[in-house]
């Protein structure tokens, strides 16, 4: 299969990851029933020479397809098919996203309107440093960690121990959620304007800004993350063999 000669049927062609490529194919070919509940995928070098992929991509997509719901990865035996439709609610580390979604909109929010309260001119020095920097990153693994970070921050600018704890508590999971709606969402520069809006509105010590932004930025993951999880119907999109969200 040449996974650059496709493209997105009703839509102007756009260019995505080698990764999400060959995502969408071993999707659409387990919901087709090529490969049933059950089976066992092919062996990682034979998916890398048949989809002409290397295999970091291919590893890339196949936990995709775990993170799913679609297949689970056994050491030693291979990959297995377990579903033949994705879960509606994946999991990232040991929390499932709905779960993740309703602690960030109760503790996240809430915690923006105080950071914009609260916040020192250190916080925000450092606010708008990782900002900045994550403004200017094209790499998704180094993005991702800064994300997690920039939440931090915004917890540790509402001055209170228990709201940053939480933070770190799903950070691992948090991360993995930001790299999975970066890969396959497109995220990274609407998470950015999100995050600046974020910032301008501590910036201007408005709760209600903050509140408003904080309740955005969320609203639009889970839009993401649903989108990616019950996509419309699709051919396979155009691609350019590198990873880029």
Not at 121 to 147: C, G, H, K, S
């Amino acid at each position: 299969m040449n996974l650059s000669d496709s493209q997105t049927a009703g839509e102007a062609p756009r260019r995505i990851s080698a990764m999400e490529a060959v995502l969408h194919h071993l999707r659409d070919a387990i919901e087709r029933g090529d490969y049933a509940v059950g089976d066992k995928l092919p062996s990682e070098a034979e998916l890398c020479r048949r989809l002409e992929v290397s295999r970091p991509v291919l590893r890339e997509a196949l936990r995709a397809l775990q993170t799913m719901g679609l297949t689970v990865s056994r050491t030693g035996k291979g990959t297995f098919v377990v579903s033949d439709g994705a879960v509606a609610d994946p999991t990232f580390g040991d929390y499932a996203a709905s779960d993740l979604l309703e602690v960030r909109r109760h503790v996240e929010i809430p915690v923006a309107g105080y950071a914009a309260l609260r916040r020192t001119p250190e916080d925000l020095d450092q606010l708008n440093r990782l900002l900045e920097r994550m403004e200017r990153e094209t790499d998704t693994t180094a993005w991702v960690a800064m994300d997690s970070l920039f939440h931090l921050a915004v917890a540790q600018a509402a001055r209170n121990p228990v709201f940053r704890r939480v933070i770190e508590e799903i950070r691992d999971a948090l991360a993995r959620q930001s790299a999975f709606l970066n890969e396959l969402g497109g995220r990274r520069e609407q998470s950015n304007r999100e995050h600046r809006a974020i910032v301008e509105a501590l910036v201007d010590s408005s709760e209600h800004d903050a509140v408003e932004a904080m309740a955005h930025h969320l609203a639009r993951v889970e839009t993401t993350l649903t989108t990616i999880v019950r996509p419309p119907h699709r051919a396979g999109p155009s691609t350019e063999d590198e990873d880029h969200a």
